[in-house]
């Protein structure tokens, strides 16, 4: 992992420069003399008539930026923009930069209804049980009901959750280790099928990966232990009875979906650490968390909202373990700021991220 400083703003000379408003003579909005700036009329139609509603229609100055969006009605497929016979963009929205002229943009569709395709006759396919059990005995619980019915072939998402003083070991079918994890996916075999979880009773084992813990003497709260979709609930038990500012640092592994990071930051603390996650592919709030300097990212995340740090004034650590560098929005940069913040990324990917020209332009 190397050290890039502001390496956003290298994202940022990738993207579209913005139009700004303002009253300076070199700017558009008022003239050198004193005089106003002309404007121009953006009209905006569609072929057919009534064939998808439009936005974007505007009084602009000569090189101002305006995003232009058409949604077609049922039955109707977009083709493309044109200016007369001249195609501007084959996108249903794009910007448009405007010329020193009036425009008129039309929107082209086909009426395409689809047509409805032939019944498709139901497939049985053939199913084979599925069981867990635990031991020792009353150890633990596990998500899978008694024989469950399950495809050959298909991948079956399994955990187990240890009761307080019992230590996960691993997962076996008959003698054989399939998973030293608590939770996995399994891929169902042509035959019924017995997993075991075997944990270990070690009640002074405070570094148990299934426990919820706070370590008091650290300010560090360490959360792996929770079904996905329900680590806010599992938090929450973790720091009902502390006071905010309590906890200094979050460490969370585990499945997690994208309204469960926003929750990171009740108590607001200073370090959230989410490098063993996974279940999302992007990132849209990290919530309110005036306290936040430092934040990891695990290698599934492919796209950062603008807003994702709106609400994080004092961001400056932020690390991302995607290899891809994730999409990001142009006004990301707006909360974000690159001369505050020093990035790292994976070594190997440094050259991706510094000349990476994907930057979302929505």
Same mark, same amino acid.
């Given at each position: 992992?190397?050290?890039?400083?502001?390496?956003?703003?290298?994202?940022?000379?990738?993207?579209?420069?913005?139009?700004?408003?303002?009253? @300076?003579? #070199?700017?558009?909005? @008022?003239?050198?003399?004193?005089?106003?700036?002309?404007?121009?009329?953006?009209?905006?139609?569609?072929?057919?008539?009534?064939? !998808?509603?439009?936005?974007?229609?505007?009084?602009?100055?000569?090189?101002?930026?305006? %995003?232009?969006?058409?949604?077609?009605?049922?039955?109707?497929?977009?083709?493309?923009?044109?200016?007369?016979?001249?195609?501007?963009?084959?996108?249903?929205?794009?910007?448009?930069?405007?010329?020193?002229?009036?425009?008129?943009?039309?929107?082209?569709?086909?009426?395409?209804?689809? &047509?409805?395709?032939?019944?498709?006759?139901?497939?049985?396919?053939?199913?084979?049980?599925?069981?867990?059990?635990?031991?020792?005995?009353?150890? !633990?619980?596990?998500?899978?009901?008694?024989?469950?019915?399950? !495809?050959?072939?298909?991948?079956?998402?399994?955990?187990?959750?240890?009761?307080?003083?019992?230590?996960?070991?691993?997962?076996?079918?008959?003698?054989?280790?399939?998973?030293?994890?608590?939770?996995?996916?399994?891929?169902?075999?042509?035959?019924?099928?017995?997993?075991?979880?075997? =944990?270990?009773?070690?009640?002074?084992?405070?570094?148990?990966? #299934?426990?919820?813990? %706070?370590?008091?003497?650290?300010?560090?709260?360490?959360?792996?232990?929770?079904?996905?979709? &329900?680590? %806010?609930?599992?938090?929450?038990?973790?720091?009902?009875?502390?006071?905010?500012?309590?906890?200094?640092?979050?460490?969370?592994?585990?499945?997690?979906?994208? @309204?469960?990071?926003? #929750?990171? @930051? #009740?108590?607001?603390?200073?370090?959230? +650490?989410?490098?063993?996650? &996974?279940?999302?592919?992007?990132?849209?709030?990290?919530?309110?968390?005036?306290?936040?300097?430092?934040?990891?990212?695990?290698?599934?995340?492919?796209?950062?909202?603008?807003?994702? =740090?709106?609400?994080?004034?004092?961001?400056?650590?932020?690390?991302?373990?995607?290899?891809?560098?994730?999409?990001? +929005?142009?006004?990301?940069?707006?909360?974000?700021?690159?001369?505050?913040?020093?990035?790292?990324?994976?070594?190997?990917?440094?050259?991706?991220?510094?000349?990476?020209?994907?930057?979302?332009?929505?």
């Amino acid at each position: 992992m190397k050290k890039i400083m502001s390496i956003l703003m290298l994202w940022a000379m990738c993207l579209p420069i913005l139009a700004q408003g303002g009253t @300076s003579e #070199n700017e558009p909005g @008022s003239g050198g003399d004193g005089s106003e700036t002309k404007t121009y009329t953006l009209s905006l139609n569609c072929v057919p008539a009534l064939s !998808a509603s439009l936005s974007g229609s505007a009084q602009l100055v000569a090189g101002q930026e305006q %995003y232009i969006y058409a949604a077609g009605r049922t039955g109707f497929k977009f083709i493309c923009w044109k200016e007369g016979d001249q195609v501007v963009s084959d996108s249903y929205w794009f910007y448009y930069t405007m010329p020193e002229r009036d425009v008129t943009l039309t929107a082209y569709f086909e009426y395409d209804p689809r &047509n409805p395709e032939d019944p498709v006759m139901p497939t049985y396919e053939t199913t084979y049980k599925l069981n867990t059990i635990v031991t020792p005995a009353f150890a !633990a619980s596990t998500n899978i009901e008694k024989d469950k019915r399950v !495809a050959a072939g298909k991948e079956e998402y399994i955990y187990a959750s240890g009761r307080t003083g019992f230590k996960f070991v691993c997962w076996k079918e008959g003698e054989q280790v399939v998973s030293d994890n608590y939770w996995f996916y399994y891929t169902m075999p042509d035959h019924d099928v017995t997993l075991t979880a075997v =944990f270990k009773y070690d009640p002074d084992n405070l570094d148990n990966p #299934n426990g919820n813990h %706070y370590y008091a003497d650290t300010k560090t709260a360490v959360v792996d232990n929770f079904r996905p979709g &329900n680590f %806010y609930s599992a938090y929450y038990s973790l720091y009902s009875n502390l006071n905010e500012g309590d906890i200094a640092k979050l460490v969370v592994s585990g499945q997690l979906n994208a @309204s469960d990071v926003s #929750n990171t @930051s #009740n108590m607001k603390p200073a370090v959230i +650490d989410l490098s063993r996650t &996974n279940g999302y592919s992007y990132l849209n709030s990290m919530g309110s968390n005036d306290n936040l300097t430092t934040l990891i990212l695990p290698e599934c995340i492919t796209e950062i909202y603008y807003y994702a =740090f709106s609400s994080t004034p004092n961001l400056s650590s932020l690390t991302i373990y995607a290899y891809t560098p994730p999409k990001v +929005d142009r006004y990301m940069l707006e909360y974000l700021k690159p001369e505050n913040v020093t990035v790292f990324v994976p070594g190997a990917s440094i050259g991706l991220y510094a000349d990476d020209p994907r930057a979302d332009a929505q």
